[in-house]
């Protein structure tokens, strides 16, 4: 078989997925596009491997590709997406679908036209603890699941410049104006993997406790937006998005008529598997702690990975789609990662308006394309331009201190 030719589109985020996928044996990286020529070669630096570099995305597209990464700005893919989708390239999509409803629209419209596989580039539900909580849903042993909660934190070093420098190095980035619901898939994926239930309807409540930063171009300052989902399968989520609050975890539960799972809190890979006493399946104790095995024929490759092994696993998903001809499965698939994407666009909303309820859309439906198909609201700044036509932060006046802008600006590597 001859080898999948993938091309990167953006060097920070691409290039560190492209050295997981060029450990796939039928895989060859053979170009980057990026704009910025000292990202590219830092890019190609990390990589290990010269390939070309061009700045032209519809001249990187001229390439004979089989596959395209999409690791450009969070909120920006959908256009990218769909020109891959035009001349029949895959695309494995980091890490929301579309920035706003409209482009979730004529991102699916766009698909259901081409013979393209689309796929979602989300690694936290591959982490081992994730991977075995839905492996003990799958079991049966916790009966029907009713509840489960997903929550993502991140907090950064408010004094960190070169974490500034190196992700958040001008004004207008899309990190500075970055909603706390619009993160989300960290938290929600997971969950959603694991039960196979898909929100419905949503509402949200901010966290409103601003990062004390001398320097600084945030223009948020919710610590977190907490989220609630009723499901298509009757149960509820509470997710965040990327939430900035106590210490860095990745916390997930998931609770059924019969017992519950969870990874713990500060205790690495470790999950607490509890059942009601009264309904202990043969086998198991009433409280079970342990680390799950990876159980898995690459498990070197998975230990090297970043983000717990998922890095590693979703190219290899990825790569298996391709080789089958066949597009990924819930919650990878293309409807699932427009659904996410429009969770986390109508939290938001659901924030700015004293959190009234949101339905989330079904995009099969041409009535609900119908409804959103020229919704462009958006929180962002684009690269083309366009100013942002909605606040970013649930108290809508929020705005750093001029004397903030100003040390951040002085930061070395730092624009306007």
Request: aromatic fraction near 10%.
């Amino acid at each position: 078989m001859e080898k999948i030719k993938i091309g990167i589109l953006g060097a920070g985020r691409g290039m560190n997925i492209a050295g997981n996928l060029d450990l796939i044996e039928d895989c060859e990286i053979v170009a980057l596009c990026e704009i910025s020529e000292e990202r590219a070669a830092q890019g190609i630096k990390d990589f290990g491997k010269e390939i070309p570099v061009y700045k032209d995305f519809d001249e990187f597209l001229e390439l004979d590709l089989d596959a395209v990464v999409l690791a450009n700005y969070f909120h920006e893919h959908t256009p990218y997406a769909i020109k891959c989708f035009e001349k029949g390239i895959h695309v494995l999509s980091e890490c929301i679908s579309n920035g706003t409803m409209a482009e979730g629209v004529e991102l699916i419209r766009a698909h259901e036209k081409s013979n393209s596989i689309y796929m979602l580039a989300e690694n936290y539900p591959q982490m081992k603890f994730n991977r075995e909580m839905k492996k003990i849903c799958d079991g049966g042993t916790l009966g029907k699941i009713l509840y489960a909660e997903g929550e993502y934190n991140h907090p950064v070093n408010p004094y960190d410049d070169e974490f500034k420098k190196g992700y958040i190095y001008f004004t207008k980035h899309w990190r500075n104006f970055l909603p706390r619901s619009y993160y989300v898939t960290h938290s929600l994926a997971p969950i959603m993997w694991a039960t196979g239930a898909t929100p419905k309807r949503i509402s949200a409540q901010p966290v409103f406790s601003p990062i004390p930063e001398k320097a600084t171009s945030r223009f948020v300052g919710d610590s977190s937006a907490v989220i609630t989902s009723l499901n298509d399968d009757g149960s509820v989520f509470r997710v965040t998005g990327c939430a900035s609050y106590g210490a860095h975890h990745n916390a997930y539960r998931i609770c059924g008529v019969n017992g519950q799972v969870e990874n713990l809190r500060g205790m690495g890979e470790k999950v607490m598997l509890r059942y009601s006493e009264w309904a202990i399946p043969e086998g198991k104790e009433e409280i079970n702690f342990y680390e799950p095995e990876w159980n898995d024929k690459d498990e070197e490759f998975i230990e090297k990975a970043g983000h717990g092994g998922g890095d590693y696993i979703v190219g290899r998903m990825f790569i298996d789609c391709i080789k089958a001809n066949k597009q990924p499965e819930h919650p990878y698939d293309i409807h699932s990662a427009v659904a996410m994407s429009s969770v986390a666009i109508l939290a938001h909303r659901s924030i700015l308006n004293g959190g009234v309820p949101y339905d989330i859309p079904d995009f099969h439906m041409e009535e609900c394309r119908k409804q959103y198909e020229n919704d462009r609201e958006t929180p962002f700044y684009g690269t083309d331009g366009s100013e942002p036509t909605i606040p970013c932060c649930s108290k809508t006046d929020y705005r750093p201190t001029d004397e903030q802008l100003r040390k951040y600006l002085e930061i070395p590597g730092i624009t306007e």
